[in-house]
């Protein structure tokens, strides 16, 4: 069982290119996030999604979408990147509802915008 | 929103014992979470709170004080592979978790 994967693992970016960050995972968790972690801020969402075909905002949304048209995958998009979204990408999965579901968490993607 | 504080760096000796505070203000709160993060890798979930009181698990323990807006992660009989990043989340109604910064712990011999 792999749990969550994430592509690229790291990689660097041209201003104004786009770029699609993956997220997959096989444990049939209904809840999906993306964070950005970034020193001293700590991890701060992006984008969420409480079951597929559904989307939210999360506290730092703009310049980035996202999509959810199965379980298993939620990728991010940078429709056209810039320097200050340079920051380490973590995708996250919980069971929907319940009170002790924690997120588990995906090994996360370094990206250089530059 | 949430507002949530803890210390950004602890340093502590092998063998003693830790104590990282989280304080926190939110408009919903439905529970807090602890993780631990090394370098360079994901978070994993240590623990869960969402009544008042203490849980404990193994070497880890976690108070939670809602009317106070306060948290604690108690790590005891600290060996050296405890040295990471130790995130207080605050969870709100819709599912959401908002993190600290973190807080660095150094274990030293």
């Known amino acids: 069982i792999a749990g969550i994967t994430q592509a690229p693992t790291s990689q660097i970016l041209a201003a104004g290119r786009r770029m699609t960050l993956r997220c997959t995972q096989d444990?049939?968790?209904?809840?999906m996030y993306w964070y950005r972690q970034d020193l001293g801020l700590g991890l701060r969402l992006i984008h969420y999604?409480?079951?597929?075909?559904?989307?939210g905002k999360g506290e730092v949304p703009d310049g980035y979408s996202v999509s959810r048209a199965n379980t298993d995958d939620f990728p991010l998009t940078l429709a056209s990147a810039v320097p200050s979204q340079t920051s380490v990408y973590f995708c996250?999965?919980?069971?929907?509802?319940?009170?002790?579901?924690?997120?588990?968490f995906g090994p996360g993607t370094r990206l250089t915008v530059l | 929103g949430q507002n949530i504080d803890q210390p950004t760096e602890m340093t502590a000796t092998e063998g003693a014992i830790v104590q990282i505070n989280c304080t926190y203000q939110?408009?919903?709160?439905?529970?807090l979470f602890w993780y631990q993060q090394h370098a360079g890798e994901a978070p994993t979930f240590l623990s869960y709170?969402?009544?008042?009181g203490l849980e404990e698990k193994g070497r880890f323990s976690s108070f939670l004080s809602r009317s106070k807006g306060y948290s604690y992660l108690l790590l005891k009989e600290l060996q050296m592979k405890d040295s990471a990043s130790y995130l207080c989340?605050?969870?709100?109604?819709?599912?959401?978790?908002?993190f600290g910064a973190g807080t660095t712990v150094t274990v030293r011999a």
């Open positions: 444990m049939r968790h209904n809840a």
């Open positions: 999604s409480n079951t597929a075909g559904t989307t």
């Open positions: 996250a999965s919980s069971p929907a509802g319940g009170s002790y579901n924690e997120q588990f």
């Open positions: 709170n969402v009544l008042d």
């Open positions: 989340a605050v969870r709100d109604r819709d599912y959401k978790l908002s």
């Open positions: 939110t408009s919903g709160f439905n529970g």
